[in-house]
């Protein structure tokens, strides 16, 4: 979504802001600007549409200078791509540029005040309020109109703002969208993404919401809104977490499918004991005892972390005795919730910025729920907010279509509902058997990521398909809806996901030759049933792919392809069965010629509603 890139320093900002939205661009976008100042000539704006390499082409034709900027890739919302709607905005005078990620609710009545007091507005968008509410409030102290404009703003917002009268200056605020400050020598940085800093500095400073920074080169100040000073320091950011390069891939999906050994192997790294059966997660050490006495857990997530949260739904269901619901982020943040007594919420999230999921976990702390977070970015604001909580460690996810971080955060739940299970009625030796099982898995998900070619094969034969079902029964089912979601996302085929059960209430009306099925059934104890979901396809001329387990040879005579993976303990498989399912969607997106890391519409990280 929407990226903010800004830099105070010593050195030519253009390039280090361009390079900065380029690390953004993963975020998923549709134009792009920047805002220098040299404080000698006019301020420079330059807005483009579409890639960043066109806004590039655009700046080092133009050879702007000066050693302070903003920056910002925006993923519309409010008017249509267009250079007009593209941020940065600038006041009437043309001195104060601002950029914006989050919504103005308000906006509306903002920019009748606004417009009647002789503010020219040039967007449709609800960001071009900020910039000449600012400039209304604006007397000399740019941080302060910032303060003083904020308070009357309902909404959420991540912004960055210059003024041509302060060229050695940075202010930015955030409420609901994120702002990490980057400190290095002699030079300052702000980013919504630390993804876009970490190659300038590991010294870094998240602010919280309704907090304002400024940011002068090598040093910063933060306030609140209503100018009380903040003391904070900086933080060391964790290494290893930028390496965006995409190596021998064609495409960072591909790489990150191909990650996902590794990426289980980090889940789990120090956290089995095998002398006890259980799993060991430090991060909720502290909350054991509300985790003890818990008994119902709600989990809350988006996207393919709601997918995952389905799966946690089974998998603590099948080892502990807590009550579960799996419930959409954005549904839940609006229901009354009547939590009874001992609930615990667990918030899924890549990346930790998901502005439903947030909002949503906020809701459950409001009604006195522990709230736990399964997250991958560290130190994002899902991770902050949580009272504790695992990080899945899947490392940096760049490819839109999430993909390494499903694998990794369906291994920390089979961890978390382990651990809480050991400690109720789960004996020794089915902890143990999972454990073992859970060790095996990157070596068989290895052996899958060898038949990629074969898959390819497959995309071939089915990917003019523009209709495709999949389905799958109990610890299938969420693996059922998040492989058509990959289809959906990526190479823009109709997919839908269906508990097979639900097949006869609907979905078979639509099979024939055109509409093929891709079924998952390995050998579970759910296996017969989806046999017989097969046959009835069958006996309706729909084409069928299915995985199964490895030595199964009793599908060949009615499906007409099949996938193999490697047997395992029944709540593992979903760890196996969607590989291939990413590696179809995959393949049929490249042949199809679809922008497989940056699909059309999506954006990697929603911090919009
Ligand atoms: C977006 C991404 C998805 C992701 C979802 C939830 O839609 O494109 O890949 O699953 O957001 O994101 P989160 O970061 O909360 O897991």
């Known amino acids: 979504m929407c990226g903010i890139v800004a830099y105070v320093g010593g050195q030519d900002a253009r390039g280090i802001l361009v390079e900065g939205l380029k690390r953004l661009e993963y975020r998923g976008y549709d134009s792009s600007g920047i805002a220098i100042l040299d404080g000698e000539r006019p301020p420079y704006l330059a807005r483009a549409v579409g890639k960043v390499a066109a806004l590039e082409a655009r700046v080092w034709g133009e050879e702007p200078r000066g050693a302070v900027g903003i920056a910002h890739t925006r993923w519309a919302t409010h008017g249509k791509p267009s250079e007009a709607n593209a941020h940065p905005h600038r006041d009437c005078a043309g001195k104060l ?37 600012v400039e209304s409030r604006y007397q000399g102290n740019l941080e302060s109109a910032v303060q003083r404009s904020l308070q009357e703003v309902q909404g959420t917002f991540g912004i960055a703002v210059i003024h041509s009268q302060h060229p050695a200056e940075i202010v930015v605020a955030r409420r609901g969208s994120p702002i990490v400050l980057g400190i290095g020598r002699e030079e300052s940085l702000a980013a919504s993404d630390v993804a876009a800093l970490a190659q300038h500095t590991d010294q870094v400073v998240f602010l ?19 100018n009380r000073a903040v003391s904070r320091g900086t933080t060391v950011l964790e290494a290893g977490l930028e390496t965006m390069d995409q190596g021998e891939f064609p495409h960072f999906m591909l790489k990150e499918i191909f990650e996902q050994p590794e990426a289980v192997e980090n889940a789990l790294r120090g956290r089995i004991s ?22 119902h857990l709600i989990i809350i997530s988006c996207g393919t972390s709601y997918y995952a949260g389905l799966f946690g739904r089974y998998v603590f269901e099948a080892l502990t005795d807590l009550t579960v619901e799996t419930e959409l982020a954005s549904e839940f943040r609006y229901r009354k919730l009547n939590l009874r007594q001992n609930t615990v919420v667990l918030a899924i999230s890549q990346s930790g910025e998901t502005a439903d999921t ?31 909580g695992v990080y899945s460690h899947a490392g940096i996810e760049v490819g839109v279509a999430s993909t390494k971080s499903f694998t990794s955060q369906i291994t920390v739940l089979t961890l978390m509902a382990l651990l809480v299970g050991r400690g109720r009625d789960l004996s020794y030796g089915e902890g143990s058997a999972l454990l073992r099982g859970l060790e095996r898995v990157p070596d068989q998900i290895r052996e899958i990521l060898k038949q990629s070619g074969r898959i390819r094969a497959l995309g071939e034969k089915y990917c003019s398909a523009e209709h495709f079902l999949y389905m799958g029964r109990k610890y ?3 693996i059922a809806l998040e492989g058509a979601l990959k289809l959906k996302e990526i190479a823009y085929i109709h997919a839908e996901g269906y508990a097979a059960g639900e097949m006869k209430h609907g979905p078979i009306a639509l099979i024939d030759p055109a509409f093929p099925t891709m079924a998952l059934a390995p050998e579970d104890g759910s296996y017969e049933k989806v046999v017989s979901n097969i046959q009835e396809i069958r006996a309706r001329d729909g084409r069928i792919i299915a995985v199964t387990t490895a030595g199964n040879t009793n599908l060949g005579s009615i499906v007409d392809d099949v996938i193999e993976v490697p047997s395992t303990h029944e709540l593992l498989a979903p760890l196996l069965t969607v590989v291939p399912l990413q590696l179809f969607a995959y393949h049929c997106a490249v042949l199809r010629g679809c922008d497989v890391d940056k699909p059309r519409n999506l954006a990697k990280s929603v911090t919009v509603e």
């Not at 989050?102 to 005040?113: D, H, S, V």
């Not at 920074?213 to 209503?226: D, H, N, S, V, Y």
């Not at 409001?366 to 949580?386: C, F, M, P």
Request: net charge negative; glycine share 8%; hydrophobic share 45%.
């Open 97 to 133: 540029f601002l950029a914006h990620n989050g919504i103005i609710e308000n906006y509306l009545a903002l920019k009748r005040r606004l417009v009647s007091e002789g503010h020219q507005f040039l967007s449709e968008t609800d960001t071009e309020v900020l910039v000449h509410l």
């Open 208 to 226: 919280e919401d309704n907090e304002v920074a400024r940011l002068e080169p090598g040093k910063f100040t933060i306030t609140t809104l209503e």
């Open 274 to 295: 095998h002398s006890e059966g259980v799993a060991k997660l430090g991060g909720l050490e502290s909350v054991m005892d509300r985790l003890a006495a818990a008994r």
């Open 358 to 388: 947030l909002a949503a976990l906020r809701e459950a702390k409001r009604k006195g729920a522990l709230v736990l977070g399964l997250v991958n970015v560290v130190g994002s604001s899902i991770a902050r907010e949580t009272h504790a």
């Open 476 to 478: 299938q089912y969420p």
